[in-house]
């Protein structure tokens, strides 16, 4: 039976290829098989929690020739999880099917410089920073704004890993060598009053849409928590969901678009971060809203229309790391609250295991 009578991208019984099997992988194919389309996980983590819920996971490196090649060959459309993939097999996939979001935004946001530096190109605030390729560069740095840093790999840092806080110029040393000499950017520390994130849609006829804002709490680097509705006048909202938008726009987006911001005291919004893909600070969309995240991206990416961005609750949605899994006895135990597990094999201090949403009437 041929389903597609829009000539959607996608049509219920087709496929979708998910680059990383992580949590975020774990609810797209949860969602994609509501919707009744097929997915393909590949991940080089054999127990990964998207494997036990996807219709097919490819298990191997991703620089195995022949799995990609396999893998690419069996989906229509493909889309990632995390950032962290070589660039060298979305290269590959993006010859052969469609990518979205796209492989110039995936090596963008791959390079913590080259993203400030774009979101700079096109007049965005973002917090002072400088390329670092040697200490020197840090030492220079720090005498000139005679301030503290925060040092930060280039490649490969996602919840504060790769960060190293620099007291000072003459720590510049053993600061650098803490993160292994990698290539960095060094950033002014901001005082912020809160931080926030737009969670944005872009469909593939290029329209954008966008959620309500949630207030974020981080501890050592890591989503604690989000909020919603934010207590962020709504100038300020406006003027987040704008800049969210022109970048997306820039990108020429197709998905689940995410900016990470700092509200600072004196009251000016700064743009930290752009993820390219579903977010953890976007996981109370599952249930306080109709339409979450993950169908968001699913539809977007499909070519389908995208479903409505009203939230019907006030939400406030808890990580569980580690061992705050264990609490899901008392979490259950609420009835406003929903438990989500992520069937991770091992337990570790400060590893994502899971979230929990306490709804409130609006
Ligand atoms: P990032 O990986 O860059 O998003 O950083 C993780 C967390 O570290 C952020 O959510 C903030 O809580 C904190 N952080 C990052 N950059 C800065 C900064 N320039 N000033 C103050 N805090 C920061």
Known sequence: MNMNKNNFKIAPGDRIGILGG???????????????????????????????????LVFGSFQDANLLDEFSRKCSVVTYEFENIPLSVVNYIATRSNLYPGRDILAMTQDRLSEKSFLKSLGLPVADFTAVSYEGDIKTYLEKTGAQGLLKTRRQGYDGKGQVQVPDAKKAVECYYEIKEAPAVLEDIVPFEKEFSVIGVRTLDGTFYHYDISDNEHVDGVLKSSVVPTSMPNKLQKQAVSYTK??????????????????????KILVNEIAPRVHNSGHWTIDACVFDQFEQHIRAICGWPVGCFDRHSNAKMLNLLGDDVSEWHDLVSNPNTTLHIYGKSEMRAGRKMGHATTLEAI
Request: net charge negative; aromatic share 8%.
């Open 22 to 56: 992580g949590q975020l992988g774990r609810m797209l194919a949860m969602t994609a098989a509501r919707l009744g389309i097929k997915t393909i996980i590949f991940s080089e983590e054999q127990n990964c929690p998207a494997g036990s819920v996807a219709d097919e």
């Open 246 to 267: 022109l970048i997306a726009e820039k990108l020429n987006y197709v998905g689940v678009i995410v900016v990470e911001y700092f509200l600072t005291k004196d009251q």
